[in-house]
């Protein structure tokens, strides 16, 4: 009964590579996202997704692609990976018709590219 | 460029004793978010506080905003050996953009028995 959850947990892959990953959540929130977290655990937003509409674009490579199936799905598709792709790339989701701001986050996917 | 910077970077305190962290930003906010980290995990959020609201307490936890000075304190009080962890600020930006959360640098939290 995890509330958001993303999979896989960790991916590791060559450079050039086409990888996706998945985010799901079951709290009936409206709106979703995706942040880059770096070594130096630096936290950046990448894209949010309200009602399956893109409202948030961040200056992210056009490899990097979010597809919101429905309110509950974001998943991120990363092609001709990188090795500066290579971070924790974390969902979360919030609520924001009601006003609240908070945001609920996933435990992350670990992608290294060698 | 980075909107939140904290102070300290780390902090080690005994167990029992409060521990305070401080976040400073740049722009004009619709809100302020603290959010802690354990190792290896996702973010949890602690506490919201709006940029009209000046202190807002949570359990152990308290936060206080100060808009003309763009900053902000968390205080974690009688600290606990779970505590230890990364704690970020996260503001919220203006108009619609209360959502788009700009995170801080963070401060590595160690609280020894």
Redesign the interface.
Known sequence: DTAVSQTPKYLVTQMGNDKSIKCEQNLGHDTMYWYKQDSKKFLKIMFSYNNKELIINETVPNRFSPKSPDKAHLNLHINSLELGDSAVYFCASSQEASGKHEQYFGPGTRLTVT | S?QGEEDPQALSIQEGENATMNCSYKTSI??L?W?R?NS??????LI?IRSNEREKHSGRLRVTLDTSKKSSSLLITASRAADTA?Y?CAT?GLGGG??????G??TQLKVEL
Do not use: A, I, M
Not at chain 2, 40 to 45: E, I, M, P, T
Not at chain 2, 98 to 103: D, M, P, Y
């Open positions: 980075q619709n809100n978010q959010y980290q290896g995990r996702g973010l949890v959020h919201l990364s970020f919220g209360g959502n788009k959360l700009t995170f640098t963070g």
